[in-house]
């Protein structure tokens, strides 16, 4: 019996670091509206130890010293909204975050269960639908659905009663995050293939030995809106001789500026992009998280 104890003890992982599809399935569940990024930002800071927050609200983990210095970047908004109004009987009316977003994003929203992150925290709610008793339907000829047309409901009768919940003007409101894993291995959630590549990233960044020199991670904010995260960290901590962009998505930065480098992408394929059950094999995620170790030591 001591033997085979022994023999347990001795076969028990010693690391405390999150398999990378754990952290994928972790992070699928998470809101980061473009210009409201801290939460995840907190979230980071706790599992790279060393990190840092920027001024410009970046996660942001410095490995070793000197020259030459590169760069591996994963951004972290995603489109949303915020409370524009909030009516005497307590419904609250949306804008749309400014920034770049996927088509027909607000046609997602329509009869969807949505968050909305007040003050005081997370306040479930749905956006609500019109009555097919009340309506005779739609017809080729109608508009789209558009975020102007939506009306919030959190369960409140009055507007004194939204206000009670913690709501307030300009709260975020995004759809509600509920990973879905289904067939062998894979995850749906809004934006999941962004958060997929992000989690590849830390995993990548808790395990690897830096190459000679600088390499800084950097998971940025506001990259659909103006890049700001991502030359933030370039202007403070650059220039750099090579820049990593780790995403789902390839067109962002495609005009990068010189202080980045040469430039290159690393993507995780993602299924169904840019709608409410993006999806992402969750293997895919350990293979991307091998590969940027691979690039954190100096390989290719």
């Not at 003050?119 to 097919?132: D, E, I, K, L, W």
């Not at 998505?249 to 995780?268: H, K, M, N, S």
């Amino acid at each position: 019996m001591l033997a085979l104890l022994l023999l347990l003890q001795a076969s028990a992982p010693t690391s405390t670091t999150p398999a990378p599809a754990a952290l994928a399935v972790r992070f699928a569940g998470m809101t980061a509206v473009t210009g409201h990024e801290q939460r995840v930002v907190d979230t980071l800071l706790t599992l790279l130890p060393g990190a840092t927050r920027d001024r410009a609200g970046n996660a942001v983990l410095r490995l070793g010293s000197g020259q030459p210095a590169r760069l591996a970047a994963c951004p972290l908004d995603e489109p949303g909204y915020v409370v524009g109004g909030i009516r005497d009987d307590g419904w609250l009316t949306l804008h749309r975050v400014p920034g770049r977003v996927p088509p027909m994003v607000d046609q997602q929203l329509e009869g969807q269960r949505v968050t909305v992150w007040a003050r005081r925290g997370a306040v479930p709610a749905v956006v609500a639908v019109r009555s097919t008793h009340l309506t005779r339907g739609r017809t080729a000829a109608e508009a789209p659905f558009t975020a102007d047309a939506a009306y919030v409901d959190l369960g409140a009768g009055t507007a004194a009663e939204a206000r009670a919940a913690g709501v307030a003007l300009l709260d975020v409101v995004a759809l509600a995050k509920r990973p879905h894993r289904y067939g062998d291995s894979l995850v749906a959630a809004p934006v999941a293939g962004r958060r997929a590549a992000c989690a590849a990233l830390v995993a990548a960044a808790r395990s690897a030995r830096p190459a000679p020199g600088t390499t800084i991670i950097a998971f940025v904010v506001e990259q659909d809106l103006s890049g700001r995260g991502i030359l933030t960290a370039m202007n403070q901590l650059g220039p750099f001789s090579e820049t990593l962009i780790v995403d789902a998505d390839t067109t962002a930065l495609r005009q990068p500026p010189a202080g980045l480098g040469a430039v290159r992408r690393e993507t995780i394929a993602a299924r169904f992009r840019g709608t409410p059950v993006e999806t992402v094999a969750l293997p895919d995620v350990g293979a991307l998280a091998e590969r940027l170790g691979r690039w954190i030591g100096g390989g290719q």
